[in-house]
C-alpha cells in the first residue's frame, strides 16, 4: 500500500462533501474516480496534492512517495515558457539541477560538496534527467504540438494544448503516484491513442478523473 485516506470531514460553508471517507491505493494499480459534477473529485486530488488542508482526517503516503498531478488552470503560469514549465515541476529536478550547474565553479578542494556533487549527478543519471529535455520535445510533438511553439510560452497554447503539456509532464515524471484530471476531454484520436498507450504500460499507480470509457476499459477499479 503506497496511501492511506481517512477524511473525517470535508465541507464548503452548509455542504458537506465527505464524511466518514476511506481509501486506500496500492503500488501500481489504476484507479478511476466516477461522480456528477460537484461530488468532490477534483477537492480529492487538492487533498492529495496538499492544495487543500482544510478537512479533518489524515493522508498517510509511503516514505519518500512522490505524487505528480495534472493542473487544470495555468493562472499565473502564462509567461512561463513550456520547457522550464514542465521540468521545473518535475521531481528534484530544479534541486538537482542547480547543484549540477553550481556547485563546480565553488566547491574547490570541499570534499563534502564533492561528495554531495558525486550524488547528485548519479541520481540525476538515474532520473534519466540528462536527456529528459529531448524527451519531452518529442512527446510534445507526437501529441502535436508544433515544433515552434513548444519554445514558446504556456500563455500562447489553447485549452487542449496545455492538456498536453500536462500529460507529458506527467509521464516524464518517474512518479510513484499519478494525480490525473479528464485527461481525454475533447482528444482527437491521435493523442487518445498516445494517452492510453502510456496510461496500459506505466508501472507508477495512477488516479484518473473521467468517464471515458476508452480509458476505463482499463482501470483496475472504479470508485
Do not use: C
Not at 167 to 178: E, N
Not at 192 to 211: D, G, M, P, S, Y
Amino acid at each position: 500500500m503506497i496511501a492511506n485516506i481517512e477524511i473525517d470531514d470535508k465541507s464548503y460553508g452548509d455542504k458537506m462533501l465527505y464524511s466518514g471517507l476511506e481509501m486506500k491505493l496500492n503500488a501500481g494499480e489504476r484507479v478511476d474516480l466516477i461522480g456528477r459534477n460537484g461530488t468532490g473529485k477534483t477537492t480529492l486530488f487538492n487533498i492529495l496534492t496538499g492544495a487543500d488542508t482544510d478537512f479533518a482526517g489524515v493522508v498517510d503516503f509511503r516514505k519518500n512517495l512522490v505524487v505528480i498531478d495534472s493542473r487544470q488552470e495555468h493562472h499565473g503560469f502564462e509567461d512561463r515558457l513550456i520547457l522550464e514549465y514542465i521540468l521545473d515541476d518535475l521531481p528534484e529536478y530544479s534541486k538537482l539541477k542547480h547543484i549540477l550547474d553550481t556547485y563546480p565553479e565553488k566547491m574547490g578542494t570541499s570534499m563534502k560538496m564533492m561528495e554531495e556533487y558525486s550524488e547528485v549527478l548519479e541520481r540525476f543519471t538515474v532520473l534519466g534527467y540528462f536527456t529528459v529535455e529531448e524527451e519531452i520535445e518529442r512527446s510534445l510533438i507526437a501529441y502535436q504540438i508544433d515544433a515552434d511553439k513548444i519554445k514558446g510560452k504556456i500563455g500562447q497554447l489553447s485549452g487542449g494544448q496545455k492538456r498536453f503539456v500536462e500529460l507529458v509532464k506527467v509521464q516524464h515524471a518517474r512518479a510513484d503516484l499519478a494525480l490525473i484530471d479528464e485527461p481525454t476531454n475533447h482528444m482527437d484520436y491521435v493523442a487518445k491513442e498516445l494517452f492510453l498507450e502510456w496510461f496500459r504500460a506505466t508501472k507508477e499507480a495512477v488516479v484518473v478523473i473521467t468517464h471515458d470509457r476508452d480509458v476505463l476499459h482499463h482501470v483496475d477499479r472504479i470508485i
